[in-house]
């Protein structure tokens, strides 16, 4: 199984700034194979999103990716983080025209597969019928672009609940595969976050199994008791809530043919520390990875 990692991750890590070509280089060179490329790190208005201009970076910044020798093995839409979304309405009406030129870029490259957060509120009912107004007037340009959507289980938060991450009708496997079941399309399928199935108290190995082969693409860090984002396995035995040797031989299961792809190393680090850390992210992937192909 190949490997890869968020380019967000990359350009934090080596102190690249917006330059994701120059991130990519180094992130070939420590010992990826791909990229998960980031749309979340561009401005986020639907006035530069939905643009021309932004269509334009995306599809350059994607073409560096692959000039320094990296697959685009999937990709992140920008998604619901400080946007006043009161409602389905909003939701569609802020987000529609931004999705349908990423995904225009996604095509224009040869991306493959583009993760999306579905939208949520606390009426299952009404979040279902939204997301299937949403994914119906998607599918289209699904088609059009040969991108397969990718929908990610998600969560709720607050800082003063008792249980301070719950579920947010797009969180659980069921939850998920009620979507890809409604319109069985070989474009509507699951991204799996193992963090956010860890914090919501669900067990990743268990929805990698439901998923089955709906499951094309991975969001893999280790929590510890929050949504931490660290390298998988790095916490110390009693906090973590993976066991990851069970995970990649679960993916081997249900015939995984996508990347062992890491969300993790949002920190701002100095150049050389950068570096070194990406390797050793890079090594621990590359292991548990070797492990599906047992």
Known sequence: MKISIGTNAGKRATGSGMDV????VVLKEVGFDGVD?????????????ASE????RIVSDMQSVLDAGLELSQCHLPYEYGVPITCAADYMNYFMPIY?????????????????HLYNEPDADATFEANVALLRELLPVLHENNVVLAIENCYAYSATAPVQYFGCNVTTADEIMRYVETFNDPHIAVCLDVGHAAVTRNNP?????RFGKHLVCLHIHSTAKQDNHNIPGTNPAWLERVKWEDFSAALSEVGFTGT??????????PPLVGEAYLRFAAAVARAYADITDL
């Not at 070509?21 to 990519?24: N, R, S």
């Not at 190995?205 to 199994?209: A, E, G, L, P, Q």
Request: one cysteine or more; proline letters at 4%.
């Open 53 to 56: 201009a932004a269509y334009d």
């Open 21 to 24: 070509g120059a991130a990519a």
């Open 260 to 269: 062992y792809n890491l969300e993790v190393g949002f920190y701002n680090l």
């Open 37 to 49: 490329f980031s749309m979340c790190e561009y401005p986020q208005t639907q006035e530069w999103l």
């Open 100 to 116: 349908k030129n990423c995904l225009r870029a996604c095509g224009a490259v040869g991306c493959p597969i583009a993760v999306i």
């Open 205 to 209: 190995i268990k929805m990698v199994h």
